[in-house]
């Protein structure tokens, strides 16, 4: 997707906007200094000169980012390697490039199912043993219409419009829900909500 489709979608979504559109990747590590930047997101092939590393994986100095790629054989893992958080096809449709922003500035990684399990195949694999079922967490309506909106991948400002709520209300519900549900990210309380029945997926 080229750039102006992609900056497009991203608009279009409403969740994040478009701070920069920047081209040569070389003027990116410019543009971050001192930016107030969530999500890098860019567009690259197997010529795309390294910038350093793309990102830190999580440890909150720079933004992390996703990669839309060539995604054959190992270009998946080596753009991991090189630091990004997220990386799909160059083709990817609109709504996956969207979950992936949601995702990775909620903390998560996202690469392509068949990606996903060539990786897994490669490495030690970590079994534990289900945690005990307690009490299901009690949630008011509002937060329930909210952690359901937060399965469809809805970011706070659409939540808002949505419910005719501010945006600040959003948040708040939102801590709430994090705090009643003892998750840190959208996604594991949409994963906790969805386990407790309190949200149909």
Do not use: C, Y
């Not at 808002?160 to 003892?182: D, P, Y």
Request: glycine residues 10%; proline residues 7%; hydrophobic residues 50%.
């Amino acid at each position: 997707m080229l750039l102006a489709g992609l900056e497009a979608v991203v608009n279009r979504d409403g969740a994040f906007i478009v701070v920069e559109r920047v081209h040569p990747l070389q003027r990116l590590p410019a543009t971050l200094a001192g930016a107030d930047v969530d999500v890098v997101v860019a567009v690259v092939d197997h010529s795309t000169p390294a910038v350093g590393r793309l990102g830190d994986n999580g440890g909150g100095a720079t933004p992390p980012w996703v990669v839309l790629a060539d995604t054959d054989g190992d270009a998946v893992g080596e753009w991991l390697e090189r630091g990004a958080r997220a990386v799909l096809p160059r083709d990817a449709e609109e709504r996956e490039i969207l979950v992936a922003i949601e995702a990775v500035h909620a903390g998560l990684s996202v690469v392509p199912a068949a990606s996903a399990l060539q990786l897994a195949g490669a490495g030690p694999r970590l079994i534990r043993r289900p945690p005990t079922p307690g009490p299901v967490p009690s949630l008011s309506p509002r937060e329930g219409e909210i952690l359901s909106l937060l399965a469809d991948g809805l970011g706070n400002k659409i939540v808002a419009a949505r419910l005719g709520i501010s945006e600040h209300t959003v948040k708040t519900h939102v801590a709430s829900i994090f705090h009643k549900l003892g998750a840190d990210t959208r996604a594991e309380a949409v994963a906790i909500g969805a386990r407790s029945g309190l949200i149909l997926l």
